[in-house]
């Protein structure tokens, strides 16, 4: 479905009968039917000022919009009702980007980070649990110079697979994710 020119479409979620998605810059969440896409409403952001990332665990949305913080919303009326600070063992990580919720956690990927990582994250403190490393990939793809870093992920929860891409990469990825022994 097209989006309104004034709009710069940004993360998205499909949540029981619905589908939300985030709007960067213009501070508004959309809230969609997912059967005939009709537009429901609109939501205005609260605390949080930009629209990036958005995931949800069935009960809850989190939020990203490119800082250290993970908004909370309620899942009836999409307000910001608290947030957690993304923390690894020595500081904020910053720049969280596309949410996605597996297995109990929220993976993300940083924006523009020194490597082109996914963070596993305790939805419950903002603790970084994991990282995976996906910088091979970049190698994998067509090289040119309007090549950028890793730039999204969703979870394909039927496969139990994470589907992998870049800003001007040539190839999606499919990759399965298991903890290293």
Known sequence: KPL??????????LFKDRIIQL???AQ??????KA?????????????????GLCN???????SDGTQNIWILN???YSEESHIQVMTNKSALKNINELEWMDGKIYANTYQFQKDVVVIIEPKTGAVEGVVDFSGLKNKVKQHSELNVLNGIAYNKKRQTFFITGKNWDKLF???IIPKS
């Open 4 to 13: 309104d020119a004034s709009f710069f479409g940004e993360g998205l979620t």
């Open 57 to 63: 665990d069935g009960r809850r949305l989190y939020k």
């Open 75 to 77: 899942s009836e009326n």
């Open 28 to 33: 508004k969440g959309l809230v969609y039917d």
């Open 23 to 25: 709007t960067w810059k």
């Open 36 to 52: 005939s896409l009709k537009m429901l409403k609109s939501f205005p952001y609260d605390l949080s000022k930009e629209g990036w």
């Open 174 to 176: 499919e990759v399965k």
